[in-house]
């Protein structure tokens, strides 16, 4: 029976690991955490109106309560921060450090960093163990074209940084038809020098109509060919729940491809999703959240959670959700 059983991080039993499971085993383990809905960039691939002002901030003890309910009926593995951009958040260090505080093993960040220099120091500090940092092109007349406000020169400082503080560091790039696949080669050049994994992700269809994301969507099987022109690449074992799947080139240069379109991860996703306002999304493709609040009882967060877990599909097909209420 012990081996049926969660433990909290206190050593306490909790519920019978079969009580929120799916028939595939699935089961959520990582929580993508949206602060915030807006952002302040305007990237082709998740246009954001920033209505900061008109957004309600809600105070890291908010999501605090969320967590700690939730977290009696599953095992955190991890939480990863997103938004909108998350460092627009006011509290991003206290959340950071209240969540390792409860004993989260991994806390992350994606954001697209332009906030992010003057806060280093302090978020690590305050626990922070990796961050995921969108870097879409090598050339500023591209950067600017993708929705970037920020120089290339900001972000080789940036990187320079994160590297120095010891910060393990991913690169994500979104690779949109017609905008930045000739910048696939130079981005694993410039990671793989620096020995920084990076992932290159497929256009989502979220919030989009069917032409436009036909229009720009550029597959992962073109960017392999593409970096098959001039390396040979070894496909590497994937890791169970991993988002990505990942290759190394004769080089020695390491890169991974998210691709929800042509090669899904929905059959082991373990993630569970919570947006600012606290309802919670079993899958990417879920429209409508489930409100969950600090003053549910056990038995109505258990029933949200195994209702958020019946919505997990086999394959991603697209949501009308845009990218930025849920984190991606």
């Known amino acids: 029976m012990i081996d049926n059983l ?22 959520f383990q990582t929580i993508r955490l949206s602060l915030l809905p807006v952002c302040n960039f305007q990237c082709i691939y998740c ?19 969320i967590i700690k309910k939730i977290n009696k009926y599953i095992y955190i593995k991890k939480i990863h921060l997103t938004g909108g951009e998350p460092t627009l958040y006011p509290y991003l260090e206290e959340i950071v450090f209240a969540l390792k505080s409860l004993g989260i093993p991994e806390v992350s ?18 626990g922070l163990d990796s961050i995921n940092l969108s870097l879409d092109a090598l050339d500023n007349a591209i950067l600017k074209k993708m929705g970037t406000k920020k120089s290339l020169e900001f972000y080789q400082t940036l990187i320079d940084e994160i590297l120095k503080l010891n910060i393990p560091l991913k690169i994500n790039s979104t690779i949109i038809r017609g905008y930045n696949e000739n910048q696939i080669l130079p981005l694993l050049e410039y990671a793989g020098k620096r020995n920084i994994p990076i992932r290159f992700l497929e256009y989502m269809k979220m919030g989009i109509d069917d032409k436009t994301h036909k ?13 098959q ?20 080139t004769d080089t020695n240069y390491q890169f991974g491809i998210i691709a929800n379109h042509s090669k899904p991860f929905c059959m082991d996703c373990d993630r569970l999703r919570i947006d600012s306002s606290g309802k919670i999304y079993g899958c990417i493709t879920q429209d409508i959240g489930i409100p969950i609040n600090p003053s549910d009882s056990d038995i109505q967060i258990q029933n949200k959670l195994k209702k958020a877990l019946e919505n997990k599909q086999l394959i991603f097909n697209g949501s009308n959700n845009k990218m930025h209420y849920i984190g991606g």
């Open 215 to 227: 229009k720009r969507f550029y597959s992962c099987k073109e960017i392999l060919n593409q970096i």
């Open 6 to 27: 969660y433990y909290s991080r206190s050593n306490q039993i909790i519920l019978p690991v079969d009580k929120i499971i799916d028939k595939l085993g699935r089961t």
């Open 229 to 248: 022109k001039y390396y040979k690449i070894y496909e590497l074992t994937r890791e169970k729940h991993s988002t990505a799947y990942y290759w190394i």
């Open 47 to 65: 246009k954001v109106e920033n209505e900061y002002s008109k957004t309600k901030i809600q105070k890291p003890e908010y999501f605090i309560d």
């Open 109 to 126: 960040i994606t954001s697209n960093g332009t906030l992010l220099l003057k806060q280093l120091t302090n978020l690590k500090k305050a």
